[in-house]
């Protein structure tokens, strides 16, 4: 019989690890300020009706990783039956030794279904489906009742402005259900100035949710406050911007004004006039941001959409986007500078998907600090091609040598699938190791204390001060 995988010390290589990690981080709550989990899925108390569709159906990780086995699209995006593509699944895992992927694939059997005695494989693979698809058919395998299951106290889901957010009101109603789900406003396509065909179509859609007739720039502007202050007031306390860089040109309230009618009339940009259009709807979201005492954050660094063929095949968020090595240092100094000068400077977290950048956001958060407000600019977790045993420890290390690990708000899931929240322990315990680790060399005080508080903070605590969560509720 194969020993256990994922044992109770996993990922724990010293004596102060295993102890900082079972008597300060594991039993921790869990709020997950970053996700793209449906609130209607939620709202609904969703059951899912076997593995592929709750496992595998959206996860453009796995895809990614069956391609590069050899798995045919059938198996992965396309028409194979659920057990098939499960199946298919199944047999990649063995040739995931070393991707992050076949830790997160045996902690969430675990965690989830109990599965500790066996390692996923094509021999594994029909027992594995059938004890797990027997498990969501009990109520607590509901959407509602697998967070309940991870201690999950609150979750932040991935909302365009146009959305009326019903589901969202559905589960604030809900007294059964003790998981706050807030939302988070992502208007990224609010600047996608490049295709006027494309923005026209969400401006329009904008308009009718806001009930306002958009023609003219200030009236764009009026609609977009409008959906900010709806989504306000609807809990939502973070905006979420997934670019390929900042955007800090210099312009004219007179030339986006003239920009933004050449785009509803249908004209096609020169890239001047793009990035000026979206360096000044950035800008006017970050104000926003401000006014309302929000958390903006920023996902940097990331080429989407590269293979052109697959994209017209499948759509996007199917796995063929990458890393992204744009310039970023002076448009990043100058947006911030331009809102702290004018001290409309929100709180702020920066996610780099380039490790190139991890350092260089981690010092450039540095100089905005603003002495009042604890951990105000925030170096982000590891994300998407990062989130992983070297990419979350050169966050860590990066943050602890130039700025205030102590103040760091935590990890998050970025994910579509309600079985991801084993994430949570995966960070919590790399956490603890390197602290761990640093206890045993002399490096910090053996003081268990002192540092087992600082991991409460971090896996917790810090999440729920910074943001204003309200988890008494």
């Known amino acids: ?61 796995k895809w990614r990783a069956m391609r590069a086995n050899g798995i045919d699209e059938r198996y992965c995006t396309g028409a194979a039956s659920d057990w098939e593509k499960f199946q298919a699944w199944a047999e990649t895992v063995p040739r995931l030794l070393r991707n992050p992927l076949y830790h997160w694939t045996h902690l969430e059997l675990d965690r989830y279904f109990g599965i500790a005695d066996r390692l996923l494989s094509s021999e594994t693979a029909q027992s594995i489906w059938d004890e797990c698809n027997e498990k969501l058919k009990q109520d607590d395998f509901s959407a509602r009742g697998l967070l309940n299951r991870m201690n999950v106290r609150l979750i932040c889901t991935t909302d365009d402005p146009t959305d009326t957010l019903e589901h969202h009101e559905t589960l604030a ?21 490049e295709s006027p065909e494309t923005f026209n179509a969400w401006v329009d859609k904008l308009g009718q949710a806001a009930d306002v007739e958009i023609s003219t720039m200030d009236h764009y502007v009026e609609a977009l406050r409008k959906r900010h202050d709806f989504f306000h007031n609807h809990g939502c306390r973070l905006s979420d911007h997934g670019l390929e860089r900042i955007y800090a040109e210099d312009y004219s309230s007179r030339e986006v004004a003239a920009i933004f009618a050449e785009l509803r009339e249908g004209k096609q940009l020169e890239l001047e006039e793009i990035l000026k259009f979206r360096s000044a709807i950035l800008y006017i979201f970050a104000v926003m941001d401000h006014e309302k005492g ?41 947006f911030l ?43 982000g977790s590891a994300w998407w091609f990062l989130d992983n045993i070297d990419g979350m420890t050169l966050q860590i290390e990066a943050l602890s040598n130039t700025g205030l690990l102590s103040r760091f708000v935590g990890m998050l899931t970025d994910s579509r699938s309600f079985l991801s929240f084993p994430r949570h322990e995966y960070f919590r315990r790399l956490l603890c190791n390197i602290l761990g680790a640093d206890m045993e060399r002399g490096l910090i005080p053996r003081d268990m204390e002192l540092v087992g508080e600082m991991v409460r903070d971090i896996a917790y605590r810090n999440a729920a001060s910074y943001f204003g969560f309200d988890l008494e509720r």
Not at 47 to 60: F, K
Request: proline share 6%; aromatic share 10%.
């Open 1 to 61: 019989m194969t020993p256990p995988f994922i044992t109770e010390n996993f990922m724990l290589e010293n004596d102060a690890a295993v102890e900082l990690f079972h008597n300060y981080a594991k039993n921790e709550p869990i709020v997950d300020y970053h996700n793209h989990l449906p609130a209607e899925d939620l709202a609904a108390d969703r059951r899912y009706e076997n593995m592929t569709r709750i496992w595998l159906a959206g996860d453009h990780y």
């Open 173 to 193: 109603a809900d007294e059964s259900f003790a998981v706050q789900v807030l939302p988070a406003f992502r208007p990224d396509k609010g600047m996608a100035a």
């Open 294 to 334: 929000w958390t903006q954050q920023f996902h940097l660094n990331v080429m989407r959409n590269n293979n052109t063929r697959m994209v017209q095949a499948l759509g996007p968020d199917t796995g063929y986007d990458s890393i992204g090595d744009s310039d970023t240092a002076r448009p990043l100094a100058r």
């Open 337 to 379: 500078d331009r809102l702290d000068r004018a001290n409309q400077l929100a709180k702020t977290i920066l996610y780099s998907l380039n490790p190139r950048d991890t350092h260089l956001f981690a010092t450039m958060l540095g100089n905005f600090q603003d002495g009042r407000t604890p951990g105000k600019m925030q170096l």
